[in-house]
């Protein structure tokens, strides 16, 4: 949460369980993309678990994933 001078206040929105290749999987955790929790969720932040922590290389996961968050952002916020 973040206060102003003004007295307005602001929520930071975060969406959990986002993954770029599944569903959902066999305990019930349904996951989103990227562009579904920007999208559907309007979410600020983008929290992803197995989808970095299980992936052959993590560090180019996190970047697919942060490329994907931040060209949703950029397609949510383009002029139409």
């Keep these: 949460m973040t206060s102003f001078a003004n007295g307005a206040v602001e929520l ?9 290749a599944e ?3 066999s305990l019930g ?3 989103h993309s990227p562009r579904d ?3 559907t969720h309007r979410t600020d ?6 989808g970095i ?6 560090a180019s ?3 697919q994933y ?3 968050g931040y060209q949703a952002y950029l397609e949510l916020f383009q002029p139409t």
């Excluded at 930071?12 to 770029?20: E, I, K, W, Y």
């Excluded at 922590?53 to 993590?58: L, Q, S």
């Design 12 to 20: 930071l929105a975060c969406c959990v369980g986002v993954n770029l």
């Design 66 to 68: 942060r490329d994907a």
């Design 45 to 50: 932040v983008i929290i992803v678990g197995r």
């Design 61 to 63: 996961a996190a970047r």
């Design 29 to 31: 955790q349904q996951y």
């Design 37 to 39: 929790a920007v999208f």
């Design 23 to 25: 569903r959902g999987d």
């Design 53 to 58: 922590r299980t992936a052959m290389d993590p």
